[in-house]
T-cell receptor, first 116, second 111 residues
């Protein structure tokens, strides 16, 4: 089966600019996650969707980050305006169910964002 | 808040030896624990899951133990190969939606 697709792979922007990332999960996976991974750290959950509804966005900096999954399939994550500390890899993951501990989560390759 | 710690130092071992990685946690009672492998420029790849009521789980050359009293999981790779070189992440989950990753341990297997 095709994996989780993300684009772009790399993005360099200046601080205060906006940026958007796109994710297409594995077909049939109802749950979609966005993670932020800062260099040298483990991934941190930003937001979790179940179909097109938000399940958990408690760690999403809502003053500058937004995400949507309008049709319950692909998703976009936006940062506006970006700060230097937003430099990180943004990973998208998907799973069949909401509590897919048994089979793990399937991650995309991520988008590496550099804010200068 | 919960804290998950993995070997802070990179681990270098000789090919053929057993690599042992540690995941310790505090202020948390996970229902299960997962291990992932992450290669440079790639997303994490799921390897194994172990539940709180399981002591040990094996998959090919991989073995995971889970000690809820010590609040620790050990991840073993036996007969290690250079291709096993990567960063390994542990992740803890509960029965709700909470799921937390450790910082990862970099493993290098020297031929």
């Amino acid at each position: 089966e095709a994996g989780v697709a993300q684009s772009p792979r790399y993005k360099i922007i200046e601080k205060r600019q906006s940026v958007a990332f796109w994710c297409n999960p594995i077909s049939g996976h109802a749950t979609l996650y966005w993670y932020q991974q800062i260099l040298g750290q483990g991934p941190k959950l930003l937001i979790q969707f179940q179909n097109n509804g938000v399940v958990d966005d408690s760690q999403l900096p809502k003053d500058r980050f937004s995400a949507e999954r309008l049709k319950g399939v692909d998703s976009t994550l936006k940062i506006q305006p970006a700060k230097l500390e937003d430099s990180a890899v943004y990973l998208c993951a998907s799973s069949f169910g909401q509590k897919e501990g048994v089979n793990g989560y399937t991650f995309g390759s991520g988008t590496r964002l550099t804010v200068v | 808040s919960q804290k998950i710690e993995q070997n802070s130092e990179a681990l270098n071992i000789q090919e053929g030896k057993t690599a042992t990685l540690t995941c310790n946690y505090t202020n948390y009672s996970p229902a299960y624990l997962q291990w992932y492998r992450q290669d440079p420029g790639r997303g994490p790849v799921f390897l194994l899951l172990i539940r709180e009521n399981e002591k040990e789980k094996r998959k090919e050359r991989l073995k995971v133990t889970f000690d809820t009293t010590l609040k620790q999981s050990l991840f073993h790779i036996t007969a290690s190969q250079p291709a096993d070189s990567a960063t390994y992440l542990c992740a803890l989950g509960d029965t709700g939606n909470q799921f937390y990753f450790g910082t990862g341990t970099s493993l290098t297997v020297i031929p």
